[in-house]
Structure formats: C-alpha cells, structure tokens
C-alpha cells in the first residue's frame, strides 16, 4: 500500500499497519521516526504529496502579496505547527514565485517518467 502519512497514523498506532518506507527526502519525525527512506534502502524513489491555493492567473499583485503574508503567517503558527507534527507533515511554506517552481519541477520529472515508461503522448 502506498499512502500519504496523514491517512496512515492511527493504522500503524493500532498495530494494523507497519510502514517499510518513507518516500520523502529524508527521514520524518514523530511517528515515523524510525521508518527509512526509499533511498537509503536503496531505491531512488522520491515523492512528496504538496497541497496549495490558486488563485487566477492575472491577479494583482497586492492581493498575491496580501494572501502570501497570510498564510505564511498561519503556516508559522503554533496551531499550524501542532497540527504538522500530528499529521506527519513536513512544513514547506512556499511563496507563489517558489511554488510556481516547484510546480514547474515536479511538471517535468513526471514528464521525464511518462517519457520513459513510454507514456507521453
């Protein structure tokens, strides 16, 4: 089974579940402490589940700038934090310019996959 952590916890804290590996880029805390990664078993197999807004493409500036003060605010907050160590999370605030990249890169690598599986069209 392959699953984003926040779905697995209470699966793995009953002792329905045993996680062989994580898929992230490095080892996560709490819960899955002493889970390995993919690569350090030796798989070079890397994902990472992300969650972000959007908004429309010609939205002005100030209203872009207003909504990334916004939730880089919440995403430094106490209860934000609690709620990232509880879910397993990994904290990755991005702002749009960041995220736009991030977007663009992940857009590519699974390109490169389907170019390889010969899934691209």
């Known amino acids: 089974m392959i ?10 804290r009953a002792g329905q579940l045993r996680p062989v590996a994580i898929a992230s880029p490095e080892r996560l805390d709490g819960l899955y402490k002493d889970v ?13 589940l992300w969650r972000g807004i959007f ?11 207003f909504w990334e003060e916004k939730i880089k605010a919440l995403s430094e907050s106490e209860a934000w934090q609690k709620e990232v160590e509880a879910k397993g999370f990994i904290n990755g605030y991005k702002n749009s310019a960041e ?11 699974i390109k490169e996959v389907l170019i390889e599986l010969g899934m691209a069209k």
Do not use: N
């Open 3 to 12: 699953s984003d952590v926040s779905t697995l916890g209470e699966y793995i």
């Open 99 to 109: 995220f736009t990249k991030y977007l663009e890169e992940q857009e590519q690598q």
């Open 36 to 48: 390995p990664t993919y690569k350090e078993q030796g798989y070079d197999v890397e994902v990472t």
């Open 55 to 65: 908004g429309p493409k010609d939205m002005a500036p100030e209203i872009v700038k």
